[in-house]
């Protein structure tokens, strides 16, 4: 698991750094994406939802597990 420390950035700033991120990991794993934009809680799960991504939930407030399926 790798992790993306986007807190202090707006939105759709976090969606960004999570699409830079995500390539550098294998299929299968998963990109913690640390964020305080409440946005983010909206915008990433679309986000996966769009590119076919795996949105794993919110283990805790401010951090969104993404797991990279193609």
Known sequence: MIEVDSRGRRCPLPIIDLAKALPGVAVGEIVRVLADDPAAANDIP??????????EGSPRPGSYDVRRLR
Not at 46 to 55: L, V
């Open 46 to 55: 679309a986000w996966c939802r769009m590119k076919s991504q795996g949105y």
